[in-house]
């Protein structure tokens, strides 16, 4: 614990923010983080006190948004009970956008990785909302 407080103070001093504490483990920030800050360019789509929608920078429909809290949450798993208001504007801002988008009324499709098995790449909790044609069968075996 004394070497974790050390290693944080060190990294604070030398003002790395690229690691956050949180709930007492160490997370390493992702690429989201910075796009949330725009520090670096995103075609971002919607944002608010909560969460950040962004296009995806490799579209696998024709409408593919990233839809992400502000809050560094890296996987479903680290969910807690304060994060709820921001998973269900997560929702809220998906169906704003589909509907800004046109696609609402023909359908879309909302997709979040965890981990390994899920097929996660970036660890920063983060909803696909996919749609513009139709999608075919959730799953391929
Ligand atoms: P996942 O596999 O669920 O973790 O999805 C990660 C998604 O993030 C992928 O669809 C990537 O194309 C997307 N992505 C990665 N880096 C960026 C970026 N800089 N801007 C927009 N989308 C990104």
Redesign the pocket.
């Known amino acids: 614990m004394l070497l974790m407080c050390l290693i944080f103070s060190i990294l604070a001093a030398v003002g790395n923010n690229d690691v956050i504490k949180m709930e007492n483990q160490m997370v390493d920030e992702t ?2 983080s910075k ?1 949330i800050r725009k520090e ?1 360019p ?1 075609d971002v789509v919607y944002q608010d006190e909560l969460v950040t929608a ?5 579209p ?1 429909a024709p409408i ?1 948004i ?1 839809i992400i809290p502000n809050k560094l949450i890296p996987t479903l798993n680290d969910l807690v009970d304060e994060d709820e208001r921001a998973m269900g504007r997560m929702f809220t801002v998906a169906k704003k956008i589909a509907q800004d988008a046109g696609i609402a009324e023909d359908g879309y499709r909302l ?3 965890c981990n390994v098995h ?5 660890y920063h909790i ?1 909803m ?1 909302l996919v749609g513009g044609k139709p999608l075919g069968p959730m799953l391929v075996n």
């Not at 962004?54 to 490799?58: A, E, L, R, T």
């Not at 899920?118 to 970036?122: D, F, I, N, P, R």
């Open positions: 690429i989201f796009i670096i995103a962004f296009k995806d920078i490799n696998r593919h990233l997709i979040v990785n899920g097929g996660q790449e970036v983060h696909h």
